[in-house]
């Protein structure tokens, strides 16, 4: 079956630092994947995707890259900052597209 | 445009009970999910409905129900609770049942403690 697996946390940062969240699947024919952000108190919000091989999802100065030969969508963002401080969920869709399924949740956070 | 609302937001119950938990979709979206998110760990797709109907089904046995209603609206009734079935509760809405191609829109979940 598929699944997700993600490194864990927390990863604790300074602002303006590096990140970097790996994240690898196992999963039958094509999958989406998705990385999703949780902030405290809040709902998942969808943070980017890519859908093929090769494609870039982006968003709020976050990217991942659907690598297929190696099974990766690693997230990075190149300054992060306080209001990043959250739980980052790498997730992937079946063939049908209606289902997710997500890694256990890497939580980020970053000290000023 | 509302978002996805769910209700209750906490919930405790005793074990053996039922329980039935509560979500209102975006407007405009036809199509509902439900998660099970367990202390710590990602959520776990339970089912989802489209047009009132079952339209998937992960890993989870037939206590856990569901009902979708004409304007959209899901309820997922859990029977026989277990200790285990404590968890956060999510449900999600989308504009169509193809994930990839659209986006869900998660509630805040329900609470659920089962003692």
């Known amino acids: 079956g598929n699944s997700v697996t993600q490194m864990e946390g927390p990863v604790t940062l300074s602002e303006e630092a590096f990140l970097t969240i790996n994240c690898t699947y196992t999963a039958t024919g094509y999958p989406s994947l998705f990385w999703y952000v949780q902030y405290p108190g809040e709902g998942l919000q969808l943070l980017l995707k890519a859908t093929k091989a090769d494609d870039k999802g982006s968003n709020k100065g976050f990217e991942a890259t659907y690598r297929k030969e190696t099974t990766s969508f690693h997230l990075e963002k190149g300054s992060v900052q306080v209001s990043d401080s959250a739980v980052y969920f790498c997730a992937l869709s079946n063939n049908a597209g209606n289902m997710l399924t997500f890694g256990g949740g890497t939580r980020l956070m970053v000290k000023p | 445009e509302t978002g996805v609302t769910q209700s209750p937001t906490h919930l405790i119950k005793t074990r053996g009970q039922q329980v039935t938990l509560r979500c209102s979709s975006q407007s405009g979206h036809n199509t509902v999910s439900w998660y099970q998110q367990a202390l710590g760990q990602g959520p776990q797709f339970i089912f989802q409905?489209?047009?009132?109907?079952?339209?998937g089904r992960g890993n989870f046995p037939p206590r856990f129900s569901g009902l979708q209603f004409p304007n959209y609206s899901s309820e997922l009734n859990v029977n026989a609770l277990e200790l285990d079935d404590s968890a956060l509760y999510l449900c999600?809405?989308?504009?169509?049942?193809?994930?990839?191609?659209?986006?869900?829109?998660f509630g805040q979940g329900t609470r659920l403690t089962v003692v």
């Open positions: 409905y489209y047009r009132e109907e079952e339209n």
């Open positions: 999600a809405s989308s504009r169509g049942t193809e994930i990839y191609k659209t986006e869900a829109f």
